[in-house]
Every structure is written in C-alpha cells, then in structure tokens.
C-alpha cells in the first residue's frame, strides 16, 4: 500500500525535481573537492539539500526532512567559514547525499523511508559539533562552533522582536512564540538536532522518533535500494512547452486541411471534377502529408531528452570509484546538451556505467605507474556525446595505459575462447574486439551502482538492442576510446528493402556497409562453403533464400556486405527495391523466429524486416554454413 | 482588501514542485488566478509588468533570494504597497527578524497546510483592508 495515496502526483513531481537537484548536488560536490573554498558551490549546495528538505516536510517524509536539515546545517557552518572541509567530512558528506539518494527509492515505491543509517546521522551531527569521525583530524582540534542560540532564550539586546514578529505574524506576541515552539517540537527535526549530545560512533544518539530501532537499517538498505533500482524506470517525462504548443499547432493545422479535404470529397461526390476541383485535391493531400510528416517529427521530439541528465550522475560515481582505489581521476563531460530518445537514455545507464567504470578501473594507471611514464598524475577520462547526421556517437576516452593487441589475443587463447590459429589471423582491431566476447572478462563485477554485474559482452549486446554499435580504439601508453554509435531514435528504422523475386524485405540499415554484385567466376568454394574475397578480406557468401528456407532455385546476383555484432558475411539476395525509414509495428502475440517486426510501404505492401542476428543463430545451429562463419567471426 | 477570489498571486520558488504545491493550496481557497516564478529576479520582471496584487515568496533561491526580492519590492515606488508572505523553511528567529525588518506582511513556515495559510492569507488581507 502506498503511503502516499492522494499525493501521487505531487510526489512523482517532487521525485523527478529531486532527483535532478540531487545530481547537481553530486556533480557539484566533485568540483567542490578541487575547490574547497568555492562560497558559490557551498551555497548552492545548500540550497540543494534545503530546497529537498522543503518538498519533503509536504510529503511528511520526516526521515528525508532530518538527514537534509542535518547535511544542510553543515553547509550552513562550511559556507560561513565556521567548518573546514576536511577528506574525513567529504565522505560523511557524501554518506549523507546516498542516504538521500535511498530514501528516493523508497519514496519512489511509495513507502515512507526509514530513518537514515544511524552512523550517518551520528557523524553528520558530530561533524556539526566539530568532532570527526577519524580522530587526528585537524578540524577536530578547533574549539566547537558556537550553536545559535535556541529560539527561547531571553531577547536581550535583540531589536524589538516581540512587536517585530507580532508585525508579521499578526499574532500577539505570546500566541506567536508559543506557536513557534510548538513547531519545534512537532518537528523532530528541530528538537533532535538541537538536543541530542551526538557522540561520533555511538549508535544510541541517532533519533528515532517513531520508536524503529535506527539499527535496523543497515540490513534493509541493500534490498531497498536493488528494488528502488529495478522500480527505477521513469514514467513520466519533462517536455518544453514550446514543443507541445507545436504539437498542438500541427494538429490544429491537419484538422483543418481535414475539413477541406471532406468538403472536397463532398464536391467529388457531387460530380465535380474540373482541374480545378482536383487541383485542390491535390494541394490539400500534399499539405496533410507535411503535416503529418512534420507531426510525427514534432511528436518524436517530445521524447528526446538531453543525455546531460544521464550524464550528471557519473562524475561522482567514476569519483567514488577512483578514490576507492586510491588513483586521482577526473571525469570531464562534454555535449550534454545532445538529445536522445528517453527509452534510449535508461538503456545506455548500465553500459556507460560499466564503460566508465571500466575505464577507471583498467583503463587509468595508478599515480606512481603515471608518474614513471611521464604522465600527469591526475588521469582524465572524457565522456562526450554528439550528434553525425543521423547517429549519436557517445564517447568513452581515457588517458590509460592503452590495450595491447597481444595481450589480448593471448588471454583470449588462454581462456579457450579462440584457438591459437585463429588469434594468430586477427589484426589489431579484431583483437581489440575480443574483450567483447562472452567470457573474456573474469571479474564479476558487481557495479554498485546498477547492483547487478555487467561484463563487457553484456554492454555490448545492450548497445546492439539499441540498434547501435561498439567500437575500440587504443594506443598503449596513450589511453584507450570506445565509441558507441547509436540511430537517433528506435521508433523508425531505417532500412535497406531488398527482392528475393518479387517479394521486399527489410534490412536495418545499420548493419549493412556495402552492397556489390555477386560475379558467380569470383565465388570460391572454401570448405564445401562459398565465399568471396573482398578487398583481401575472405567472406562467406549467404543466400538469404537458404537463410529464409526458400528453394534457391537461382544463384544471386547482388550481395550485401553486413557486419553483425559476431561476423561479418555477404547476404545473397535477387535485387533491390531503396531504402526507406520504416516505422516499426511489432508483432505482439506472433513473432515468428527471425523477424524483429513489419513495416507498411507506400503502397500499402506489408514488409518483414528481419532480425538477421537471429536468424544467423538458428542458420548456425542447423550447421549448414556454420563452420565457415566460426571462421570469420572475428573479421 | 478584502479576499477577493479573483486577487492576482504571484508564487515565487525555484523549486517547481513547491510552485505547484502553493499554486494548489491556493486553488484550494478559492484563488485560482495565480502565475510563478522561478527566482527573484523573474518575479520582478513579471511584478514590474503589473498587474499583481499578492506575492507568495521562497526565501532561499538562487540569482535573487526571496529577502532581497522583498527588500527591492518594498524600495520600488509602484510595487511598495504589495502583500508580501515569505514561505521558508526554517522558523529561526533571525529569519523572523530579518523578514519582518524588510517589511514582509507574513511568514509562514514549511510544510504547512491550506488552513494555516487561509489564516496567514486573511490576516493580511485584514491587515490590508484596515489601511
């Protein structure tokens, strides 16, 4: 049951906006490790944890409303010079911001949070006292700020507060300030961060105000923030409003060209059918189809979202993990102003994570290897994102020690993954690719982050859902880039339609890289298999007939040169019929092996467009060509 | 002033969530005639526009907090004479002091309900019909 019924919206709304100034607040706090005196950053992050603390007192949310006050308090002291931002306190900071963070994803399942871990709650309040967790530290050794005087005590030599605050609260004086102490101690907020003598360590002090034992939290926090994880998947979606006014606009506008066109359709049916009658007609049907054209742009654009907001949350985590193993890393971001369609944004967190992580962990040396190689000791890792023509190309680039091809090809063999002959066929890039394959990589790394451990073939088998594609560059000694290139948008695909005899198919046109002529003197049989050589690369020739189980009963004349995530192979059709941009129908109760959904052409023709990395699989499995593409899996 | 339902509000809060809440809790009594922004500095923009006659502000924002808002309301000869209310989230002392210095016509702390808004609103406007 929700504990939130009736509030629903408003706590969407207030989870949405939170989260977004809570990643700010996370991004913010990176760069307030490089400049720690920065009053700017300290205010704004202030005002973070305020502006949350503000929303949640409407939510009841108490738990989220006391770890706020506390984090916020201890800007307040840092933004008056009255704390030192030490590493010690950093890290109770950040303990606190996760608190926050988790108490989201309670919220997000519509439960009230527990309270905060009480280590937490009681470091921040020692932090407030001047004490640190870590003894030793030198802010402890200064005298404990003075605490504001309680709202209570005696008005001496203060301006003429009770007329003042009679003034504006229109209240008599002693009405008033009873209420304000009432507030107070409604608030368990106020009267615990007041009250309570916080002793660093000490599990007892931490507040409890509704009676649950402040240890029962550790234990709960792991399965709630794997459930808030997997709850995590955003419903709802921010769109400027000038892009719904166009919407509204374009509609409006094929409303009217409607209404010409039955009016039209009344003269026709009348018996009307001079030139100029038709001219009409055909004025009017050109401009729906800009409409709608341009309709279905307008509606494809609400869906995009800047990747900036997937972008955000990665300074802190490549941050903590940097620090974790003891490196200096900084995670620089550029165009996040790039627009990507919103499913696609949830799908690439998990990859660019693992990415990221990747390039922290194996990528980037530690200061002393860096020092020796002459680098900079503090590594730079840069992720960017940007629009060519119609593809996203996000960038993942390190300045890292590089990968070596023969490394590579030798833990391959090592592991069984290729064989020796094969490794030893690979060119640089095609080693590279290796680590893409199932198994290569043996750490199971459990990401804290998405908490379920993703391994380099994962990312790239997720990037390939997206209709996308990996890439890997790398220099030893110089660093290493991945690049993933990703169609704009899922909703339409472009397509390349291909004839075996009359009827088209569709091929995504990502896939393909070249179309040639299949001359039948070129093909060699290799194996028992046909191939052909193409620019001294030896490729397997597959006829889609066979592929489909047709009869082939003609050999074919065109290839197409395609490059799936495991081979690359030339797909044997009859001719071709273009290319369009299909816009994808699923099929959702019948989905016959091989076929990824159906697209309508202009002629009303209903088109398959196929999956051609499922039927390669069940191709394969049946064995007939399987050996030969084994052999060139890598090319 | 009497509590005329059609009074134009003005709600200043950067945060959009809070916005909605005070836009609703004033739709609750019977005020629906009610724009926002998103720091001081829009909402003197828009005030200086005219055409308001209630300022509902946060205290904490970025570019122009809600104290020098109202400092600034208060030092400009057209918009002098608004009803200010002050939303923050803290009932410290200081805070009262400095508001009430400034000139503001209430303060209200979060989180609160239509009612104790109703009550703070009517004050004011009582206090406002007085003069």
Known sequence: MSDFSGMEDLLQDFLQEAHDLLSDVDNKLVDLEKTPDDKGLLNDIFRGFHTVKGGAGFLNATELVTLCHLTENLFDRLRNGELELTAELMDVIMDATKGVREMFGELGQGVQPQPADARVIAALQGALNGELPTSGAPAAAEPPPVQAPPPSSAPGGEPDWASLQSAITGEPVKAAQGELITRAEAEPVKASAAATPAVAGGKDTAPSPFGRRASDRPAATASNSRRAEERGRENTIRVDTSRLDQVLNLSGEIGLTKNRLTSLRADILAGKSDSETLHALDQAVSQLDLLVSDLQNSVMKTRMQPIGRLFQKYPRIARDLARQLGKDVELVLAGEETEVDKTMIEDLADPLIHLIRNAVDHGVEMPDERAAAGKPAKSLVRLEARQEGDHIVLIIADDGKGMSAERIRAKAVDKGLISEEEANTLDERQSLNLIFLPGFSTKTQISDVSGRGVGMDVVKTNIQKLNGSVEIRSEPGKGSVFLISLPLTLAILPVLLVLLGDQPFALPLSLVREILPIDQQRVQEVGGKETLVVRGEVLPVISLAKLLGWPADRSPEYGVFMQTAERSFILGVDSFAGRDDAVIKSLEDFRPKGVAGVTTLSNGQIVLILDMKELLTDFSQHGDTGMAIRNFEFS | ?131
């Open chain 2, 1 to 131: 002033m009497a509590a005329d339902p059609k009074t134009r509000f003005l709600v200043v809060d950067d945060f959009s969530t809070m916005r909605r809440i005070v836009r609703n809790l004033l739709k609750e009594l019977g005020f629906t005639n009610v724009d926002e922004a998103e720091d001081g500095a829009i909402a003197l923009q828009k005030l200086q526009g005219g055409g308001f006659e209630f300022v509902v502000t946060d205290w904490n924002m970025p570019n122009m907090d809600g104290l020098t808002l109202l400092q600034t309301i208060r030092a400009t000869p057209t918009l002098k004479h608004l009803p200010v209310l002050m939303i923050t989230a803290e009932a410290k002392k200081e805070n009262i002091i400095a508001a009430a210095q400034a000139g503001a016509s209430g303060y209200i702390v979060k989180p609160f309900t239509a009612g104790t808004l109703s009550e703070k609103l009517n004050k004011i406007f009582e206090k406002y019909g007085q003069a």
